[in-house]
């Protein structure tokens, strides 16, 4: 049985001690953010609806996020150390194959598929890699910003492939997850037998301030997973921009979104986890005005990149404080942080979709800015994880 939080005795620095972790969240991640890259292509190959490709991000959703709670607690108690390798082959292969698939049921299912290989992947690679990282923001904010790598890929490595082949494209990105998923069941079964000496700090579980962290966690989901849906169908159909270049966009807000990550590490190693998650969702305001705003394209792109860096501020803070609120199942923490509540926010992608269908994806990004006021809301509510 896997209990307490884990601390490292490891004089190593903070990337040598991440690495692999980082690496494998970037490869995992990257399925996540190829479903968003695909839909627009979906929506133009085959005619589907807003509605019917805000269907598709909600299928990888419920599969990533529903399991999460139990795989938590699994991940609590047991090391299964093929959990994350095997998680993370299965979401490749399922959000590979769904450029294949012929009808929309079976797009609908293998995406759901891969959602749950991504769930699979998280609570554990998020127990171990906290053991890595020790008390350190920083060490974290780099397996964290491992996923926004991934998401950033994604548009940016996917969409000349999918303008270029189809959206069958997607097939071309299976290898990579199953080569990674070798490669880091390899590295856990080196760590099995080359422990690290750790120091478990055990404490009270919070479940009240953690409760209200993951409501700040999905709100912050929220306007994510609608920006990641919607901002390429703006710029292509509002703005009158390319394909290209509504991908462009995307690949711009994640990039920012890595950008935002490690330094929200290290603002919170200076100012703390709580003024650093507060700076964040005020932030995030003023740059969705200016994305939404923006009459150009081009100059949206500038946009784009302070909404990432915006949003993103938060997020190693939100799955390291998790995991302080409760030190004895951090497993449950960062399932709960990095999977169920990054994506429940999709369940709400949807409702976004029929304020598309009726009213373009202007009024989404509209309608996105003002929902960080329930996180700044919230995040006045946090309490101080070092004060019992």
């Excluded at 620095?13 to 996540?32: I, K, P, T």
């Excluded at 780099?142 to 999918?162: E, I, K, R, W």
């Excluded at 999905?218 to 703006?234: D, E, H, N």
């Amino acid at each position: 049985m896997v209990t307490g939080q884990a601390v490292q005795l490891d004089s190593r620095s903070a990337w040598q001690r991440m690495r692999h972790w980082a690496f494998a969240h970037a490869v995992d991640d990257f399925y996540q953010g190829l479903v968003p890259a695909s839909i627009p292509f979906f929506v133009l190959e085959r005619d589907y609806s807003y509605v019917a490709a805000s269907g598709l991000a909600l299928a990888a959703t419920l599969g990533s996020s529903l399991p999460q709670p139990i795989l938590g607690v699994i991940a609590d108690r047991w090391r299964m150390l093929w959990l994350a390798p095997a998680g993370l082959a299965v979401a490749g292969i399922g959000a590979g194959l769904a450029g294949l698939a012929p009808s929309y049921p079976l797009v609908w299912l293998l995406l759901l598929l891969s959602g749950i290989g991504i769930a699979a992947f998280h609570p554990a690679a998020g127990r171990d890699a906290r053991r890595a990282a020790g008390d350190s923001a920083t060490a974290m904010s780099l397996f964290a910003a491992g996923g926004s790598v991934g998401f950033f890929l994604a548009p940016a490595v996917a969409t000349p492939a999918l303008v270029s082949l189809g959206v069958g494209a997607t097939a071309l990105f299976i290898p990579p997850a199953v080569l990674m998923g070798f490669v880091l069941w390899r590295f856990q079964q080196r760590q099995s037998r080359n422990p690290v000496a750790a120091k478990h700090s055990g404490g009270r579980d919070r479940w009240v301030p953690f409760l209200v962290l993951t409501a700040v966690a999905v709100v912050r989901s929220v306007i994510s997973g609608g920006i990641a849906t919607f901002l390429a169908l703006y710029w292509i159909n509002h703005l009158g921009a390319s394909q290209a270049l509504g991908g462009a966009a995307l690949t711009v807000f994640f990039v920012g979104g890595v950008a935002g990550t490690l330094t929200g590490g290290r603002l919170a190693d200076r100012l703390g986890v709580l003024r650093t998650i507060q700076i964040g969702s005020v932030a995030a305001i003023p740059a969705l005005v200016a994305l939404r705003a923006t009459p150009d394209p081009w100059l949206g792109l500038l946009a784009a990149a302070a909404v990432g860096v915006a949003m993103n501020i938060p997020f190693a803070v939100l799955v390291k404080l998790g995991q302080d609120y409760l030190p004895n199942r951090p497993g449950t923490a960062a399932g709960v942080t990095l999977g169920l509540a990054v994506s429940a926010g999709g369940a709400f992608v949807p409702i976004l979709g029929i304020l598309a269908d009726h009213s373009g994806p202007q009024a989404v990004l509209t309608a996105l800015c003002f929902v960080p006021l329930a996180a700044v809301a919230l995040g006045l509510l946090l309490a101080d994880p070092s004060a019992e």
